[in-house]
């Protein structure tokens, strides 16, 4: 029973008090509806508080950052008692609590409620309980409900024609270079040598722990042609920076994926996420939900992730790195990558104008450009068809 509620049955009997004591027999109609008021209305409610199932659906389609999103939800009883009114609450993560008043249509409940402008993340929403109430407001029931769920916002992407890094001497117009087939070899497992065997297949590590000459089993396994690399460290981050950086990866691959090159997403993420994409379809979607997903974190260095055997930028042809911190040894991992034929791109989020302050002459940036390595510069405000496109590098990174 809500204090209204308690409030009215309070003054009922006072009202019949007064009117015992006063002998006012006019008073006992009015006493004994604000009596049975309250008493009625808590009957009501309890009775038409049993299990409640609800659904959500966020709109039609994918939602994009920067959309409005209508959120409707569709609740169904299963009391007999139909509730006098219902509302649904629910906290939505970085939107807090919202509260929903459905209307009955036919069966089910309905109500809708718009979360405008939404920023590119992955929304948890939970918590939701159903409130019924009498239409005076005099008594009151919660119910706890369990339909937990989430609402995922991609990032807004943009279509590229080209890409910076196939201006000039690297070039490739979109087409598959057939001499650097996407497979290599990896070490499968060690076995005793034989005897007339090239000692170029010796494991010299396995040998010299066993004492005898042993040498590596290889196996033929397919490689990705393209690793987008995106670094979400923190230390990095300026205001939205990162939403940019975002949507830099994710148009990048978008135009890898859209040739049917085989690509794979990076995000040196708490823990880092990496997913494969040979196409727009099925797992196209999973990157877009690791894009979606992504957070600056206190990460795991660029540097040390390629330097890793075995990862996705090992296991790579050409590698794209999507960055706002380019130390002295990244470049020098990114120059090393370079002289030994692998292909190799950078993008430098320059987070100084995110900031408001002017950017200067970035020496590692000049270093990379120096062997040939391409480069693009993305600032607050620039348009990314242009800044990812085939433009020349020299000048791009000159600011």
């Given at each position: 029973?809500?204090?209204?509620?308690?409030?009215?049955?309070?003054?009922?009997?006072?009202?019949?008090?007064?009117?015992?004591?006063?002998?006012?027999?006019?008073?006992?109609?009015?006493?004994?509806?604000?009596?049975?008021?309250?008493?009625?209305?808590?009957?009501?409610?309890?009775?038409?508080?049993?299990?409640?199932?609800?659904r959500r659906r966020a709109g039609r389609g994918a939602h994009v950052e920067g959309d409005d999103v209508w959120?409707?939800?569709?609740a169904s009883t299963s009391s007999r008692i139909p509730p006098p009114s219902l509302a649904i609450r629910e906290h939505v993560a970085r939107f807090?609590?919202?509260?929903?008043?459905?209307?009955?249509?036919?069966?089910?409940?309905?109500?809708?409620?718009?979360?405008?402008?939404?920023?590119?993340?992955?929304?948890?929403?939970?918590?939701?309980?159903?409130?019924?109430?009498?239409?005076?407001?005099?008594?009151r029931s919660e119910v706890e409900l369990t339909a937990a769920g989430a609402l995922v916002v991609y990032p807004r992407l943009v279509a590229l024609s080209g890409l910076f890094s196939e201006s000039g001497a690297h070039a490739q117009d979109g087409r598959r270079l057939l001499l650097r087939r996407p497979s290599g070899f990896d070490l499968h497992s060690v076995r005793d040598h034989v005897e007339g065997e090239s000692l170029r297949k010796v494991h010299w590590a396995s040998t010299a722990r066993r004492g005898r000459l042993m040498v590596k089993e290889l196996e033929d396994s397919p490689r990705d042609e393209i690793a987008v690399l995106l670094d979400a460290d923190v230390a990095g981050v300026v205001g939205e920076s990162f939403d940019v950086a975002v949507r830099a990866a994710g148009s990048i691959l978008q135009t890898h994926a859209a040739r049917g090159r085989r690509a794979v997403l990076a995000v040196n993420g708490s823990p880092p996420v990496s997913v494969s994409v040979a196409s727009l379809e099925g797992d196209w979607l999973a990157a877009l939900e690791a894009l979606a997903a992504a957070e600056p974190v206190t990460a795991i260095p660029v540097v040390e992730l390629l330097a890793?055997?075995?990862?996705?930028?090992?296991?790579?042809?050409?590698?794209?790195?999507?960055?706002?911190?380019l130390t002295a040894a990244l470049a020098r991992r990114l120059?090393?990558?370079?002289?030994?034929?692998?292909?190799?791109?950078?993008?430098?989020?320059?987070?100084?104008?995110?900031?408001?302050?002017?950017?200067?002459?970035?020496?590692?940036?000049?270093?990379?450009?120096?062997?040939?390595?391409?480069?693009?510069?993305?600032?607050?405000?620039?348009?990314?068809?242009?800044?990812?496109?085939?433009?020349?590098?020299?000048?791009?990174?000159?600011g």
């Amino acid at each position: 029973m809500t204090p209204r509620g308690k409030l009215t049955l309070a003054l009922g009997l006072l009202a019949y008090g007064v009117a015992w004591l006063f002998g006012a027999k006019v008073l006992y109609p009015a006493a004994t509806g604000l009596l049975l008021a309250p008493l009625g209305a808590r009957a009501w409610v309890r009775l038409a508080a049993g299990p409640i199932g609800l659904r959500r659906r966020a709109g039609r389609g994918a939602h994009v950052e920067g959309d409005d999103v209508w959120v409707t939800i569709q609740a169904s009883t299963s009391s007999r008692i139909p509730p006098p009114s219902l509302a649904i609450r629910e906290h939505v993560a970085r939107f807090g609590e919202r509260t929903t008043s459905l209307r009955r249509d036919g069966r089910f409940y309905r109500g809708t409620y718009v979360l405008e402008r939404v920023p590119r993340g992955r929304y948890a929403v939970g918590d939701p309980t159903a409130a019924i109430e009498d239409p005076f407001g005099l008594a009151r029931s919660e119910v706890e409900l369990t339909a937990a769920g989430a609402l995922v916002v991609y990032p807004r992407l943009v279509a590229l024609s080209g890409l910076f890094s196939e201006s000039g001497a690297h070039a490739q117009d979109g087409r598959r270079l057939l001499l650097r087939r996407p497979s290599g070899f990896d070490l499968h497992s060690v076995r005793d040598h034989v005897e007339g065997e090239s000692l170029r297949k010796v494991h010299w590590a396995s040998t010299a722990r066993r004492g005898r000459l042993m040498v590596k089993e290889l196996e033929d396994s397919p490689r990705d042609e393209i690793a987008v690399l995106l670094d979400a460290d923190v230390a990095g981050v300026v205001g939205e920076s990162f939403d940019v950086a975002v949507r830099a990866a994710g148009s990048i691959l978008q135009t890898h994926a859209a040739r049917g090159r085989r690509a794979v997403l990076a995000v040196n993420g708490s823990p880092p996420v990496s997913v494969s994409v040979a196409s727009l379809e099925g797992d196209w979607l999973a990157a877009l939900e690791a894009l979606a997903a992504a957070e600056p974190v206190t990460a795991i260095p660029v540097v040390e992730l390629l330097a890793r055997e075995g990862g996705p930028a090992a296991r790579s042809l050409e590698l794209v790195v999507v960055t706002a911190r380019l130390t002295a040894a990244l470049a020098r991992r990114l120059v090393r990558r370079a002289q030994a034929s692998h292909g190799v791109s950078i993008v430098w989020i320059d987070s100084a104008s995110f900031a408001g302050r002017p950017t200067g002459v970035e020496p590692e940036l000049l270093r990379l450009q120096a062997v040939g390595i391409p480069v693009a510069v993305v600032r607050r405000g620039d348009d990314l068809r242009l800044a990812l496109g085939g433009a020349p590098a020299m000048r791009r990174a000159h600011g």
